[in-house]
T-cell receptor
Framework: GDSVTQMEGPVTLSEEAFLTINCTYT??????LFWYVQYPGEGLQLLLK?????DKGSNKGFEATYRKETTSFHLEKGSVQVSDSAVYFC????????????FGKGTRLHILP | DTAVSQTPKYLVTQMGNDKSIKCEQN?????MYWYKQDSKKFLKIMFS???????INETVPNRFSPKSPDKAHLNLHINSLELGDSAVYFC??????????????FGEGSWLTVV
């Protein structure tokens, strides 16, 4: 079945460091891919998305490129800030299935000042 | 203006009680969801409604019963609460089915603690 695998956390970085959170997926069809972010005590917010191969989603300095050949959607940011500390979820929705958005297990990110 | 709002935000209750969590969205969406997030942050869908019609009903105990009086509301009623029901419950909505790549919007969560 469909699944999303993302790197285990927590990830701890210093401010202004480069960030990569890996995400790979398996799907029967051609899924749409998402990154959601959950700040402490809040719900999930869409960070970015890509709906077809080679699309790049970007928002707030974060980027992720839909790589069909490697079934990946890695999240990157060139210079992280303390305010980026949160839990990040990679997710997919598969048009070949019903309305289940499949989430990865989340990666907790700590940014040190 | 809260897009997806759910109440209560915090709920502490005893085992065996019956409780409800209400959810409303003002985005004009036609599809609504309930997700459960456990202590390890793992998110799992419970139910999905499209235009008040049940679309997804995961392997959730019968003690959980969703009710959608209209497209803007999806309430979750839980009977005979158990310790294992303690979690954060998220309501969400989307315009159209998520299998078409539509974005899902989440509420802020309801923290349920069963003691």
């Amino acid at each position: 079945g469909d699944s999303v695998t993302q790197m285990e956390g927590p990830v701890t970085l210093s401010e202004e460091a480069f960030l990569t959170i890996n995400c790979t997926y398996t799907a029967t069809g051609y899924p749409s891919l998402f990154w959601y972010v959950q700040y402490p005590g809040e719900g999930l917010q869409l960070l970015l998305k890509a709906t077809k191969a080679d699309d790049k989603g970007s928002n707030k300095g974060f980027e992720a490129t839909y790589r069909k050949e490697t079934t990946s959607f890695h999240l990157e940011k060139g210079s992280v800030q303390v305010s980026d500390s949160a839990v990040y979820f990679c997710a997919l929705s598969d048009p070949g299935r019903d309305d289940k958005i499949i989430f990865g297990k989340g990666t907790r990110l700590h940014i040190l000042p | 203006d809260t897009a997806v709002s759910q109440t209560p935000k915090y709920l502490v209750t005893q085992m065996g009680n019956d409780k409800s969590i209400k959810c409303e969205q003002n985005l004009g969406h036609d599809t609504m969801y309930w997700y459960k997030q456990d202590s390890k942050k793992f998110l799992k869908i419970m139910f999905s409604y499209n235009n008040k019609e049940l679309i997804i009903n995961e392997t959730v105990p019968n003690r959980f019963s969703p009710k959608s009086p209209d497209k803007a509301h999806l309430n979750l009623h839980i009977n005979s609460l158990e310790l294992g029901d303690s979690a954060v419950y998220f309501c969400a909505s989307s315009l159209g089915r998520t299998r078409s790549g539509n974005t899902i919007y989440f509420g802020e969560g309801s923290w349920l603690t069963v003691v």
